[in-house]
DNA sequence: TGGCGACATACAATCGATTGCACGCACACG
DNA sequence: CGTGTGCGTGCAATCGATTGTATGTCGCCA
């Protein structure tokens, strides 16, 4: 006969565990267990030896052992380009406000623009690691299919292309029309625009808009990075251009903060001058010189969205977005 | 005798586990797990074959049964007041690398404030949901002092009053003389200061930081509150001063911008009639009218020291800040 | 007083991995 | 040819929870 051996479990943690409250209520764990769930089997005075065991204890539920049991972990997974930037910043906000809610909590990676990374990232829905899966990346990791069609995955802020994801996002060409159409009322007749990176797909689709409202006959877009530098350098090669604007659509704040820079540093006065456009209005679009008149994209909104979706398994309402006029634009000279 | 009966898990989630790579493989999951692990007691033909089996399934190991038997879950937790600032955004990158190269995952919470949810998030390291927490708040929830003991806690940026944390810092009294003295060489001398909330631990650091510098001549310091909003009403304060300061040195950036815009609201000129200082270096400090200079932290590398202690068990460094001259400042008329 | 039903509680299997110990097999040596 | 040495592999216990089914208890009625 050989006795029972153990395999000994590392560095016992010492917590409080489901057994230690069963054991001073002087009852099972099952009957703990089910306490704690609510269910209604257990009443009266067991009931309450559970509970008082559980307070003076500060018993609480380890979750990995609940997560491999029930199979679900209760993390969603947000998976972003930079975090060190403020767009990103209050979409994250609203995830984690609507997932806290609804008892989850939220992983945040920063993907850097790294493929190798974003596959290693997601590779945490097999892994049991995470419920769900947020992408603010504009992309989507190989080997998603099937938790995609779980309704395990989900874009905000941008489509991507060539997949049936549900995504949360405005209308992005409307926008875009919306602002170049507010310019042109203003009486501009030359509106530039200072776009995304190109073969970005929000690149195309601000585009698209602008394109609409000002016609063949304008000349191309210029192209930036959505960052403050890419928008200045933009800004410096329009200013170089035969025929000056007299207006600029910027695709993003950070551009247009450039770009109102760059005006500056040419010796132009804003609005007098040019007139410059945003996208986005990030909490600094209100603390410029002169304030920016921009697009507000409901960032908060976005994630509230984004979670009620994921947990509800129904696609997300496209979500409006909002025209705010500051300084930085007024009628040409 | 009884059947043997079985508690149904949920929805099988049909994921290739270590079994079925056993099975493929021709052995035992023991097998497969020691290979997995590494262990030299696997070789050859074995553990080609092993190797085989899992590539062709694509299989990754499940994280919450491993994070169970081995008490620990590869997650270190970041709680900060709001992630909608691009004070943190940079620190959580930082975080985010470091703890990407050593195999942890990063989650975030975003607590605005509220020490309820301070508290539950917190309680993720009772549940064994993360390994280590990392403090942006400036504060520590209860019940944390086993694992503090542990050196699971760690706080960055800011000091935690009345406990021995390890924490990641730079000298904040210093770097607030050091910035009080530069405006004092240019030539400044009624130099007023723009602090934080009063109570928070920077606050009174980089007030005494100035007051050393200033002298008890100076009148108090205005009070704000780290947003762009404070900083601009506390500027005006400043202006209606009798003897309004030359130079003003604010305890953070946003604060600064908020001073830069009430000053030309004024119709101030920086820094032709008041010199205006920051703090932090954030991404938009250099996109401001004119350029703000300020001191910077360097918060990338918060994140990396950060984790290097909370993993190495080892108290960190206190880091370096440096003085960023821009065109905020310069002598007095 | 015996039997039946309703209700509360306990038992044990299960989630997917890790690991101490036992055991099998091959080879060598006496 | 029997036993010792050593290496590689498998068995089964374990982490901490959930839950289907069995069991126990009590009351009520005939």
Redesign the pocket.
Known sequence: M?????????A???????????RI?????????????G?????????ARIEAAVRQTG?????????????RSRQILVLLPTIANPFFGEIILGVEEAAQAAGYSVLVGSTEGDLEREAALARQLH??GVDGLILLTGRIPDGLADHAARGQVIAVSETIPGQHLPTVVIDNEEAAAAATTYLRRLGHHNIAHIAGPEGNVLTAQRVRGWRRIVGDAAGPPVFGAFTMDSGAAAMTRLLARPNRPTAVFCANDEMAIGALKAAHLAGLRVPEDLSIFGFDDITFAAFTDPPLTTIRQPRREFGHAAIAALLAGTPPPRLAFTLVERASTAAPR
């Open positions: 050989t006795l029972p051996r153990k395999t000994e479990p590392p016992a943690a010492g917590r409080t565990k489901m057994e230690d409250i069963a209520a002087g009852v099972s764990v099952s009957t703990v267990s089910r306490a704690l769930a269910s209604s089997k257990v009443t009266g005075e067991t009931r018993y609480v539920v380890n979750q990995v052992a609940q997560g491999l049991r029930l199979q892994t049991g």
